[in-house]
């Protein structure tokens, strides 16, 4: 199916693109149930970035299944799909020298390790935002968790479709601990350290 299909590079680098912008490209995946707090704490980090002069885009699952996934449904199947589609697209964000910021539930640990692998370990960051299910529903303004509870949603995760949690992160934020702004922080903190940004 792919045989007639080749890479073709540019004249332009990957490294030539990071130094115009002045950091290096990464993905910073936030991962956790629906309500934790992942876009909320993508978007506060993204501010940070912008104010300090990089180059950044958040994916928010919403938006992208408006797009990109408006195909695809929620069974366990159709979501590694959904991931594969964001790993495929977030890796030519990075090879553009470009901050990739991702809030989705991505449920499914063998999902998030192959985007790992795709993007590689030094330029792949793994957010876990966790918060009780039940803190969760309670923030929920889209009014899902209860219609899930209430059997109308199916395949919800949490309530009724599975969610395993990151073995090794590069971050645990106890969202119903700390809040958006200061996670935000942490999450620069590391991308500081990684020397992703100065």
Known sequence: MHNNLTWHDGYVTREEREELHGHKGAVIWFTGLSASGKSTIARHLEKMLYEAGCSTYVFD?????????????????????????????????????????????????????????????????????????????????????????AGTIKNFTGISAPYEPPEEPSLVIQSDQVDATQAAQQVLDILKNAKIVT
Do not use: W
């Open 61 to 149: 699952g919403d938006n992208v299944r408006h797009g990109l996934c408006g195909d695809l449904g929620f069974s366990a199947e159709d979501r590694t799909e959904n991931i594969r589609r964001i790993g495929e697209m977030v890796k030519l964000f990075v090879d553009a020298g470009i901050i990739a910021m991702t809030a989705f539930i991505s449920p499914y640990r063998k999902d998030r390790e192959r985007i790992r692998d795709l993007i590689g370990r030094d330029h792949f960051f793994e957010i876990y935002v966790n918060c009780p299910v039940d803190l969760c529903a309670e923030r929920d303004q889209k009014g899902i968790y209860a219609k899930a509870k």
